[in-house]
């Protein structure tokens, strides 16, 4: 069973930047593409960002292309992402996400993502 921890979350005003870890319990952890999403109040689950497996390619949503940025370091077994700039619409609870098989590039659908972390609460305040 993998085991996706989140951290870094917290309260930040606009304009502020916050970086969320994701720690993995994967042993093969470099080959699975991994990806962020975030769920706020009353709303579907939304995609976020993705890496690909290994060195990785990366995509993000529109909605935050430019001050967002995911990352791996597949020796520490950890994914990250990068928020800058925030806004009071960035506000969500963030979740780490592991693709449900190996070898694949980024992936953006919730239905792609077989591992799912707690979540972090982000919370951006105007």
């Known amino acids: 069973q993998v085991q996706l921890v989140e951290s870094g979350g917290g309260l930040v005003q606009a304009g502020g930047s916050l970086r969320l870890s994701c720690a993995a319990s994967l042993r093969t952890f470099s080959t699975y593409a991994m990806g962020w999403f975030r769920q706020a109040p009353g709303k579907e689950r939304e995609f976020v960002a993705a890496v690909g497996w290994g060195a990785g390619t990366t995509t993000c949503a529109d909605s935050v292309k430019g001050r967002f940025a995911i990352s791996r370091d597949n020796a520490k077994n950890t994914v990250y992402l990068q928020m800058n700039s925030l806004k009071p619409e960035d506000t969500a609870v963030y979740y780490c996400?592991?693709?449900?098989?190996?070898?694949?590039?980024?992936?953006?659908?919730?239905?792609?993502?077989?591992?799912w972390g707690q979540g972090t609460q982000v919370t951006v305040s105007s």
């Open positions: 996400a592991a693709a449900q098989h190996p070898y694949t590039g980024w992936r953006t659908q919730v239905t792609d993502f077989g591992s």
